[in-house]
């Protein structure tokens, strides 16, 4: 955003509204503890979580993650999702936590966004998958 205020700068457009914005965001930046890191691509993955044995209606049951598991490192192949990206997602168990593998795998960077507080969010969107997907859930944690 700030890239882009700093253009309207140089053009010259309308600068009583764009520099108080700019000075506005320049000093929210100096504020940040992580300044200007930057990303070649950043993929998102917003999927859902394994279905919880008591879900009437299926979104994604247990066989899908198989075949999910197939198409993720096809797609990010397909972006040539890397080194020097950042793949960002949920973290609950099935399409999350197999992207964020396979984004890591592919050496990108990780975030993790939790809509929870750790320990809700394992109890309410991993736990449920198993032991062996709160501990991927855990191993991704570590690394991202």
């Not at 930046?29 to 930057?38: I, T």
Request: proline residues 5%; charged residues 25%.
């Amino acid at each position: 955003m700030f890239e882009q205020v700093q253009l309207f700068q140089l053009l010259g457009y309308q600068p009583k509204a764009v520099e108080p914005v700019a000075a506005l965001l320049q000093q929210r930046l100096e504020e940040l503890p992580h300044r200007s890191v930057r990303f070649d691509k950043v993929v998102i993955c917003s999927g859902h979580m394994i279905d919880k044995p008591d879900r009437k209606t299926p979104r994604f049951p247990w066989a899908r993650q198989k075949l999910f598991a197939r198409k993720s490192p096809q797609q990010l192949e397909q972006w040539k999702v890397g080194a020097g990206d950042l793949a960002v997602c949920g973290g609950a168990c099935g399409a999350d936590i197999l992207f964020a593998e396979e984004s890591l795998r592919r050496g990108a960077q990780l975030r993790l966004l939790l809509a929870q507080e750790v320990d809700d969010f394992i109890r309410d969107s991993v736990r449920h998958a198993g032991n062996d997907w709160v501990q991927r859930f855990h191993a991704l944690r570590e690394q991202g």
